[in-house]
């Protein structure tokens, strides 16, 4: 009797119970209380790598240089969380020039657990992020002129840095004439400088979109493009040719913001390629051809005066014209060059500068 008593007692259960509750607990505390911890420390470490790329980008702007730059991105990343250290060497795609670039950093550090070793949980974890930044010139797209210069051409300045040339009083003189054979010392076939900006990156030998028409034109000079322009990977991004004269609108486009500085896209015109991707050089070098896509380098900052055309603008520009019914001249006030592109998002001018973004 006393034996079958003893198996029928149910004492020890309540014991098993409590012990496994206890462990569920630790488990759920375990959940709650170490993913609370592991979750603001990697905020925390996040927000330490945004400061990282945004020192490391801003280093290359100013021409520190990769040493100055990974040392800064140090000095912000331990700031934020003073663990952080680099999980990988922070990488410069495009190099640590001050035209322009990229730059992704990889920071990381340790988080203890309170609960986690009680349930085998090992103790502390790893806690790791990446962020990517990019620099580039200042002011972003918002003040664009889909109307290309040409490196030491079109024009009475040297472009993109001809000597004598004072940003804020040396004035340029720019002219667009394809009237004849003669007239097209600049300019291929057919050809009047302007650009379809959202082309901007297409490969050489891909098709061009329609042409933009003169109200999205209008849209972008008075307007602004809405993206980045920037050249990546330089020396020159493709971007195809636009439609072409579009009458006096484009003129009264411009003339509608005289006195304001627009950027420019600078073409090199012996890169720009036909419709098959071959080259397309000016002057016949390459026989008859139609220029089908701009080798953009860089972006000239011009305050713009005034947009001359017919004997107004053979004068303006001293540029001899068969049909000066034809010539478009556009006075302007040099004021400055910027290689590597635009950045997007607009904001305030201040041309000759630079700005920063995180992109990822």
């Given at each position: 009797?006393?034996?079958r ?11 098993v ?27 925390r470490v ?12 801003y280093?290359c ?12 991105a140090?000095?912000?990343a ?8 680099q ?19 990889r920071?990381?550090?340790?988080q ?15 806690v ?17 002129a ?9 024009s ?12 804020g009083?040396?004035?340029c ?36 979109l ?11 000079i ?26 006096s ?40 051809c139609t ?18 055309t017919?004997?107004a ?13 034809s010539l ?10 910027q290689p ?21």
């Amino acid at each position: 009797m006393r034996v079958r008593d003893r198996l029928n007692e149910d004492s020890g259960v309540t014991a098993v119970i409590v012990a496994i509750l206890i462990l569920v607990i630790v488990g759920m505390l375990a959940l709650t209380v170490d993913g609370g911890l592991l979750w603001t420390k990697h905020r925390r470490v996040r927000a330490g790598n945004d400061a990282a790329a945004l020192a490391a980008a801003y280093s290359c702007a100013t021409g520190a240089g990769i040493g100055a730059a990974n040392a800064k991105a140090d000095e912000l990343a331990t700031a934020n969380v003073a663990d952080l250290s680099q999980v990988t060497p922070n990488a410069y795609p495009e190099g640590c020039e001050v035209d322009g670039g990229e730059v992704q950093v990889r920071y990381g550090g340790q988080q203890g657990l309170l609960f986690g070793p009680a349930v085998g949980v090992s103790s502390p974890k790893p806690v790791v992020a990446t962020s990517t930044a990019r620099w580039g010139g200042a002011a972003g797209a918002t003040n664009v002129a889909p109307l290309m210069l040409s490196i030491n051409r079109l024009s009475s300045c040297g472009i993109p840095d001809g000597p004598g040339l004072v940003i804020g009083t040396s004035r340029c003189f720019f002219w667009w004439d394809n009237g004849t054979a003669q007239d097209q010392t600049a300019l291929t076939n057919a050809e009047w400088g302007l650009m379809d900006l959202r082309t901007w990156g297409i490969d050489r030998y891909a098709s061009c979109l329609g042409n933009a028409s003169q109200q999205v034109v209008s849209g972008w000079i008075a307007n602004g493009f809405p993206g980045s322009l920037l050249i990546d990977p330089p020396p020159f991004e493709y971007v195809c040719r636009g439609s072409g004269f579009q009458g006096s609108a484009l003129n009264n486009d411009l003339n509608a913001r005289a006195g304001d500085i627009l950027w420019f896209p600078v073409n090199n015109p012996q890169e720009q390629v036909q419709s098959n991707g071959a080259l397309c050089r000016p002057e016949g070098v390459d026989g008859a051809c139609t220029v089908y896509k701009y080798a953009i380098v860089g972006f000239a900052a011009l305050q713009v005066v005034e947009v001359w055309t017919g004997n107004a603008a053979q004068d303006r520009c001293g540029h001899p014209a068969s049909n000066n019914g034809s010539l478009r001249c556009l006075e302007t006030v040099w004021m400055g060059y910027q290689p590597g592109g635009l950045l997007g998002g607009g904001g305030v001018q201040n041309f000759g500068l630079f700005a920063v973004a995180l992109t990822g």
